[in-house]
């Protein structure tokens, strides 16, 4: 099937389409090499779209992982809470927190936020926590006063048990969580 779609996006004219591709370095080894031409043909017809290629295989767990990224990228805009509440108007501009990398991740892993980047601004409160999926907190990477930027965290995670781990960065009214798996 992704051969056949390949052949037609390559021999037909320009769609408004975008496309969101991940694939896993375990996949089913067949897939891998289609799903890398068919992201060649995208680029070279100049398809607006996301790739990825992750270290995991074609599951459930990599389906739920990534859910959010593929959300994202065809939906942006602000994001809505569980209750269906739209994010409250005037939150400060430009903070951002990213997906950790590598995810899964095995003891070690990088976790990049943003505060108030592009703006003349003093520090900011920040917090950032990494909780269990009970909900408990397991470490605080940042408590306290943080200078506008970028910023990279090492989190190390090799004195916790293999799973599912969920980081929530609180600035001002900025409040955002990302997933992480951690795999001995």
Do not use: C
Request: charged letters at 20%; proline letters at 6%; zero cysteines.
């Amino acid at each position: 099937m992704i051969d056949t779609i390949s052949r037609g996006l390559q021999s037909r004219p320009l769609l408004p389409l975008k496309f969101y591709l991940d694939i896993g370095t375990y996949d089913i080894a067949v897939l891998i090499p289609l799903v890398r031409n068919l992201r060649g043909i995208l680029q070279t017809k100049g398809y607006p779209h996301r790739y990825q290629e992750l270290h995991d295989g074609h599951s459930w767990g990599n389906w739920r992982m990534h859910i959010d990224d593929a959300l994202e990228y065809f939906f942006p805009g602000p994001a809505v809470s569980v209750g269906g509440d739209e994010a409250a108007p005037g939150l400060p501009e430009g903070m951002r927190l990213e997906q950790n990398y590598p995810n899964p991740f095995n003891g070690t892993t990088v976790i990049r936020f943003s505060v108030n980047r592009g703006e003349v601004q003093s520090a900011k409160r920040v917090r950032l926590a990494v909780y269990d999926m009970l909900g408990r907190e397991v470490a605080v990477l940042v408590d306290g006063m943080v200078e506008p930027g970028e910023h990279d965290l090492t989190f190390d995670g090799s004195s916790l048990a293999s799973g599912m781990y969920l980081y929530r960065l609180e600035a001002g009214g900025f409040v955002d969580t990302k997933r992480m798996l951690l795999l001995r």
